[in-house]
């Protein structure tokens, strides 16, 4: 994939851009396979998807002045690049990035000033799904504008029909972060159900989807097929967001599904996909909490799921596994530094076959998909 930012040295995020998609996948593979190395003997074919057109987010750094806004990122002097023109996004999401510029520009949302903190709108993040809807967030450092943004709610449906789910987050001060933590939704609409496989998964504003839509369908799949092959009665979803790898499951023939996830938004959208979702054979359980903590009222599990952030799942939780009576274990993950030093602190299970997810192209990460048992 060639790239015009990339090439005039406006972006460099893109690490492996340039690179044949070939190669990126063949390297890929060789350097989970190397970090994972003595832990596992049995690799299936990657799972691929396209190298450019995928991401179904952005997020994007709002710069530039009143009337004339950039969207993209900050170079080095704090200067705005407009990167809406980015060849990794979804078509229909990057068919959306000028219309909302030119939203921004009209109604005279005012771009936040890094170095001067002045200014209003901070950052836009807008999401694609798999139907064409589309959630947008205006992040803003006040309530300030939030007034002209609610009044051209009714422009902006005009020019994007497809803007199912608008909404306002508060980014008080002066922080290194995309999002603040309060949400005023704007629209009737306050979920984007993104439709993979067999599941409708609805999204809400907070909570954490896979990068990659059609790769994220892949992964879900995939650990079905494995969990189903175990036919569990039980199964525990742990780090489960939205509920992606339960409720993908369950058409695998689970019984019940326990879900636990730290957001309390997210478990709700798990439990509204569940409750739409027909499968009169399986019920499902979400619990808001700390995976680590929420062990305690959790049922005893035939086959636990864990799909956790870039840390892992850390020194409580492998121990805690190691000494239930769990016979199998799915760990889908991010990170294989941290997979391999999670699965080196469960030294009771083997792991019996793995694959990698390129969910990340021009990128050096990659998702790691394992499945183990009790040796
Ligand atoms: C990599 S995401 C996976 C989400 C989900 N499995 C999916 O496929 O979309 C990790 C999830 O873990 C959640 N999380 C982070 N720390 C947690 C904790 N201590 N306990 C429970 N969930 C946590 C995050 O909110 C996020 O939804």
């Known amino acids: 994939m060639r790239c015009g930012y990339f090439d005039r040295h406006e972006c460099r995020s893109c690490t492996l851009m340039n690179v044949p998609y070939a190669d990126q996948v063949a390297s890929g593979d060789d ?37 004339a806004p950039a969207l993209g990122i900050l170079d080095a002097g704090g200067n705005g690049v407009d990167l809406t023109g980015c060849g990794l996004y979804e078509p229909g999401l990057a068919a959306a990035l000028p219309t909302l510029r030119e939203f921004v520009a009209d109604i005279g949302l005012t771009p936040y000033d890094v170095p001067t903190r002045n200014g209003e709108l901070k950052n836009l993040l807008v999401t694609y799904s798999p139907d064409g809807e589309l959630m947008v967030r205006f992040v803003l450092r006040s309530t300030g504008q939030l007034g002209k943004l609610e009044r051209a709610l009714p422009d902006l449906q005009q020019r994007l029909p497809n803007a199912r789910v608008v909404t306002a987050n508060l980014l008080p001060g002066h922080r290194a972060v995309m999002e603040g933590e309060e949400e005023i939704v704007l629209t009737e609409h306050d979920t984007l159900p993104m439709r993979l496989g067999t599941v409708r998964l609805h999204l809400r504003p907070a909570s954490f989807f896979q990068t990659n839509t059609t790769v994220a369908e892949q992964l879900y799949r995939q650990a079905a097929t494995w969990i189903g092959e175990l036919a569990p009665g039980v199964l525990l979803d742990l780090f489960c967001g939205v509920g992606g790898f339960g409720l993908t499951a369950a058409g695998a023939g689970v019984r019940e599904v326990f879900g636990v996830e730290i957001s309390a938004d997210a478990v709700s959208s798990a439990r509204r996909s569940a409750a739409e979702l027909d499968s009169p054979t399986t019920t499902f359980h979400y619990v808001a909490g700390d995976a680590f903590h929420a062990l305690a009222d959790a049922p005893s599990a035939d086959v636990v799921v864990v799909n956790p952030p870039r840390r892992g799942i850390g020194d409580h939780l492998c121990d805690w596994l190691e000494h239930a009576q769990v016979e199998h274990l799915v760990y889908s993950s991010c990170n294989p530094r941290s997979l391999a030093t999670d699965l080196d602190r469960m030294p009771g299970f083997v792991v019996e076959r793995a694959r990698v997810f390129h969910m990340f192209p021009q990128s050096t990460h990659h998702e790691v998909l394992v499945q183990l048992a009790r040796r």
């Open 31 to 67: 350097a989970v396979r190397a970090t994972l190395a003595d832990r596992v003997d049995s690799w299936l074919p990657s799972a691929t998807g396209p190298e450019a057109g995928f991401r179904n987010k952005a997020k994007l750094v709002v710069a530039g002045r009143r009337g």
